[in-house]
């Protein structure tokens, strides 16, 4: 199927689904400057093991070697703008066709683009945490001390660590997705659990995603074109009309 035809069939999709979703994944950051971690040769957990760099233990066995490695890229994130796939994820929303944003990702650029539902089942980089009282600091704290001001304690970010519980986000995320007609997957590999189990809770799916994934084959439809091209595409097909939701529902 050309380009073209797959992009009348999804806006065809959309149209006719009563509930949608997005769930997004380091992929749809690329655009902004932001590395993803697991294409090839370039992904960042093709090149280091993320539970040696990136998990809960390795924080707490050796804090700064833990962010020596992670603050330069979190930083990245916090520099980074919404590109045009952020922007039209957001406009759908506010037409309506688009229920909300699931993301794996911790950049907070949905939201930056504007979308108002946003689930962050891998948490943020907003705040972080002191683990022995609890304490919450903006996560710029970190840049300059690891300790807790208040009784000393490790500060840790407030985001999904290797070897941590789901959040609260996810499970909300689950409920949400009960009743959806088409989730559009977009910038995700599909291969780390439990997110990768979410596509199974949408009637469809249809990926956006440059390299393979598990679901692939279970797609209405597969897009290998960037995100920013196939979503402006989309919302341009679907501007003139009126979508299902109220504006501003919640």
């Given at each position: 199927m050309q380009y073209l035809e797959q992009i009348q069939q999804l806006i065809h999709l959309v149209r006719h689904?009563?509930?949608v979703l997005a769930l997004t994944g380091a992929g749809i950051s690329t655009e902004s400057g932001i590395p993803d971690f697991r294409t090839?040769?370039?992904?960042?957990?093709?090149?280091?093991n993320p539970e040696e760099v990136a998990g809960?233990?390795?924080l707490k066995k050796d804090p700064q070697s833990f962010y020596r490695f992670n603050l330069q890229w979190w930083k990245d994130c916090l520099r980074a703008k919404p590109n045009a796939a952020h922007e039209a994820l957001a406009r759908l929303e506010k037409s309506g066709w688009l229920l909300g944003v699931i993301t794996q990702n911790i950049d907070g650029?949905?939201?930056a683009a504007g979308?108002?539902?946003v689930w962050e089942v891998h948490g943020n980089l907003r705040s972080c945490h002191?683990?022995?009282?609890g304490k919450e600091y903006a996560i710029k704290q970190l840049y300059q001390d690891f300790s807790c001001e208040q009784c000393g304690g490790l500060l840790r970010p407030n985001v999904v660590l290797?070897?941590?519980?789901?959040?609260r986000d996810y499970y909300i995320a689950e409920k949400v997705l009960s009743g959806c007609q088409l989730l559009l997957v977009i910038g995700s590999s599909l291969q780390v659990q439990p997110v990768a189990s979410l596509p199974s809770l949408s009637r469809q799916v249809v990926i956006i995603n440059r390299e393979p994934t598990p679901w692939d084959h279970d797609a209405e439809l597969?897009?290998?074109e960037s995100a920013s091209q196939v979503l402006a595409d989309l919302v341009k097909g679907l501007q003139d009309l009126p979508g299902p939701y109220f504006q501003g529902n919640s």
């Amino acid at each position: 199927m050309q380009y073209l035809e797959q992009i009348q069939q999804l806006i065809h999709l959309v149209r006719h689904a009563g509930k949608v979703l997005a769930l997004t994944g380091a992929g749809i950051s690329t655009e902004s400057g932001i590395p993803d971690f697991r294409t090839k040769n370039t992904g960042l957990w093709e090149q280091f093991n993320p539970e040696e760099v990136a998990g809960i233990q390795a924080l707490k066995k050796d804090p700064q070697s833990f962010y020596r490695f992670n603050l330069q890229w979190w930083k990245d994130c916090l520099r980074a703008k919404p590109n045009a796939a952020h922007e039209a994820l957001a406009r759908l929303e506010k037409s309506g066709w688009l229920l909300g944003v699931i993301t794996q990702n911790i950049d907070g650029l949905h939201q930056a683009a504007g979308s108002q539902r946003v689930w962050e089942v891998h948490g943020n980089l907003r705040s972080c945490h002191c683990l022995a009282c609890g304490k919450e600091y903006a996560i710029k704290q970190l840049y300059q001390d690891f300790s807790c001001e208040q009784c000393g304690g490790l500060l840790r970010p407030n985001v999904v660590l290797f070897g941590d519980p789901m959040p609260r986000d996810y499970y909300i995320a689950e409920k949400v997705l009960s009743g959806c007609q088409l989730l559009l997957v977009i910038g995700s590999s599909l291969q780390v659990q439990p997110v990768a189990s979410l596509p199974s809770l949408s009637r469809q799916v249809v990926i956006i995603n440059r390299e393979p994934t598990p679901w692939d084959h279970d797609a209405e439809l597969v897009f290998r074109e960037s995100a920013s091209q196939v979503l402006a595409d989309l919302v341009k097909g679907l501007q003139d009309l009126p979508g299902p939701y109220f504006q501003g529902n919640s």
